[in-house]
Structure formats: structure tokens, C-alpha cells
């Protein structure tokens, strides 16, 4: 059974950080390109970063600079490094296939980036 679990949302002041996981189960992981998506309120759901199985990362441009995507194979992990937060990254982030297969969309991490 594939399964996506992702943590490490939180509250935090603009300019802050944080870092995201997204456990993985039920894939060979390290054959697939994953990928992190946001959703904020009244907006559809959009990809942030996504890692293909080859090391090639890619970015939307409103992160650039500021967020990482990486992944641990042995662990089936995936990992969104994000700094310099700011509350237009407010978002629910969710991990999936890169592209995404609905039927695999987690309950997502929520990310409040507010003073």
C-alpha cells in the first residue's frame, strides 16, 4: 500500500525556517521523481519542488533561492529545507509523485508563516 506522511509544519515568523518530511511507504522509492505541493486557502494546489530519481531538482521561481528539496533513499524519505520564510508561503504542503497521482494525496503538513 503506497503511503505519503508528511510533518514538520509549524508557526513561524517571516524570515524564519523550517524543515519538512515526507515518509514514504509501499514504493521502491528511489526509482520515482517525488515532488512537494502547497495549497493555500482559496487557491489550487500547486508544485513547490520537485526531485527526480537522477538528482535533477526543480523549483517554482516564488521559492527559488530560499527552499531545498533533497531525499535520503535508505531512508524512503524527502525532505523540503525552507528559509527565509515568508506568509505568502502560508500553505498546506503535501509530498507526492512528481507528476502527482491524485489518488495518493496525504493530509498534508500546514505551514502558518505569520508575526
Known amino acids: 500500500q503506497v503511503q505519503f506522511v508528511e510533518s514538520g509544519g509549524g508557526l513561524v515568523q517571516p524570515g524564519g525556517s523550517l524543515r519538512l518530511s515526507c515518509a514514504t511507504s509501499?514504493?521502491?522509492?528511489?526509482?520515482?521523481?517525488m515532488g512537494w505541493y502547497r495549497q493555500a486557502p482559496g487557491k489550487q494546489r500547486q508544485l513547490v519542488a520537485a526531485?527526480?530519481?537522477?538528482?535533477?531538482?526543480t523549483y517554482v521561481d516564488s521559492v527559488k533561492g530560499r527552499f531545498t528539496i533533497s531525499r535520503d533513499n535508505a531512508k524512503s524519505t524527502m525532505y523540503l529545507q525552507m528559509n527565509s520564510l515568508k506568509p505568502e508561503d502560508t500553505a498546506v504542503y503535501y509530498c507526492?509523485?512528481?507528476?502527482?497521482?491524485?489518488?495518493?494525496w496525504g493530509q498534508g503538513t500546514q505551514v502558518t508563516v505569520s508575526s
Open positions: 509501499g514504493i521502491i522509492f528511489s526509482m520515482y521523481n
Open positions: 526531485d527526480t530519481s537522477g538528482g535533477t531538482t
Open positions: 507526492n509523485f512528481a507528476p502527482p497521482r491524485g489518488e495518493f
